[in-house]
């Protein structure tokens, strides 16, 4: 089995983008990203590309009239890099179900919590630590899922939970969170790499290897 294309929408630092890049250099995930394509000129995560070699393009939505117009361009080089799946790592524009229908179980999402709980609209970044801080839980952690056409909606592949410490702030909550999603999206990913998820409805199973 050939080494499976990836394409990695970012719109910041890419620390997700780097836990994969690390896995496929490990040798633990076959797999290649043949691009990032970053939503924010002054991304990190186009320097983290351009030091591994991989292109590195900014699309910006205001360059474009209509959504159509801005998510066919991303389509356009996806699959003019031959990407087989689309992973998003902290890509800050929701996308539209013309672009899900596009890459139809070929998306996937990480998200700082354990969904259903604190997730949809409006809870990215910081905001998802703030919230899970402000109304007392016990336990958070992180969620590799699939996406579809809502916001934090698709089949989850995998989860891990975070216990939520008296003492936490949002940053000390978001360490530890981050460290738990830099482990399992390149799991996701080499799982998919090696035909083992079957998505069964809202479920996803686990083949064995």
Not at 136 to 141: F, L, R
Request: charged share 25%; hydrophobic share 40%; aromatic share 8%.
């Amino acid at each position: 089995m050939g080494r499976l294309k990836l394409g990695v929408l970012v719109s910041g630092g890419g620390t997700n983008l780097q836990a994969v890049i690390d896995s496929i250099e490990q040798g633990k995930t076959r797999g290649e990203v043949r691009v990032v394509i970053s939503s924010n000129p002054e991304a990190y995560a186009l320097k983290r590309a351009q030091k591994y070699g991989i292109p590195g393009i900014y699309i910006g939505r205001r360059d474009f009239t209509t959504r159509e117009g801005y998510e066919g361009e991303m389509i356009k080089v996806l699959k003019g890099y031959g990407v087989e799946l689309v992973l998003l790592a902290g890509f800050m524009t929701v996308l539209s179900p013309g672009f899900v229908s596009e890459f139809r179980n070929r998306i996937m999402n990480i998200h700082p919590a354990l969904i259903p709980a604190f997730c949809g609209k409006g809870f990215y970044g910081r905001r998802v630590h703030e919230a899970v801080l402000e109304y007392g839980v016990k336990v958070t952690g992180a969620t590799v899922h699939f996406v579809d056409e809502g916001t934090d909606t698709g089949p989850i592949i995998l989860q891990e939970a975070v216990p939520v410490l008296d003492d936490d702030t949002v940053d000390s909550l978001a360490e530890r969170v981050l460290k738990v999603e830099h482990r399992l999206y390149p799991e996701a990913v080499r799982l998919y790499s090696e035909g083992r998820l079957k998505i069964e409805g809202r479920r996803v199973r686990i083949l064995r290897g």
